[in-house]
């Protein structure tokens, strides 16, 4: 027996034209109603949420702490387009998707200088 979901019946009010529309673009893509009502249920509430759990960015202090983790985060993306470059086969090698990681590496890298630069981060 599988784990049981609780759901939720939401009445809502629509205009008929706009019911209609839904509807028959649901139909099109092949989804339900319900299923897409939902998806942009948990999308706007996490949405609202990120917006409401804003950082503040007040100081410099905290602007700085902030590009330090931005940096962080460009320096592993960095590290993973060039770890892909170095696990890429020999016959890709010079391939355009080579060519794209590589240059997403050095991207980030320059990225990275520019913003160590700028706020003199150490």
Request: proline residues 2%; aromatic residues 6%; negative net charge.
């Given at each position: 027996?599988g784990a049981?979901?609780n759901y939720?019946?939401v009445?809502v009010?629509?205009?008929t034209?706009?019911?209609s529309a839904f509807?028959?673009?649901?139909?099109a893509a092949?989804?339900s109603?319900?299923?897409?009502?939902?998806?942009?249920?948990?999308?706007?509430s996490?949405s609202?949420?990120?917006?409401?759990?804003?950082p503040?960015?007040?100081t410099?202090?905290r602007?700085?702490?902030?590009?330090?983790g931005?940096?962080?985060q460009l320096?592993?993306?960095?590290?993973?387009?060039?770890r892909?470059?170095?696990?890429?086969?020999?016959?890709l090698?010079g391939?355009?998707a080579?060519d794209?990681?590589?240059?997403?590496a050095?991207?980030?890298?320059?990225?990275?200088?520019?913003?160590?630069?700028?706020?003199?981060?150490?």
């Open positions: 027996m049981s979901t939720s019946q009445k009010s629509v205009d034209e706009i019911a509807k028959g673009a649901c139909t092949g989804v109603m319900a299923a897409e009502l939902s998806r942009f249920m948990a999308d706007y996490s609202v949420t990120m917006r409401k759990a804003a503040d960015y007040s410099r202090r602007r700085r702490k902030a590009i330090k931005i940096m962080k320096e592993l993306m960095k590290a993973c387009e060039e892909v470059c170095q696990n890429m086969p020999m016959n090698q391939s355009e080579y794209v990681a590589e240059e997403a050095a991207s980030l890298e320059e990225a990275v200088d520019a913003l160590s630069s700028f706020w003199m981060v150490p």
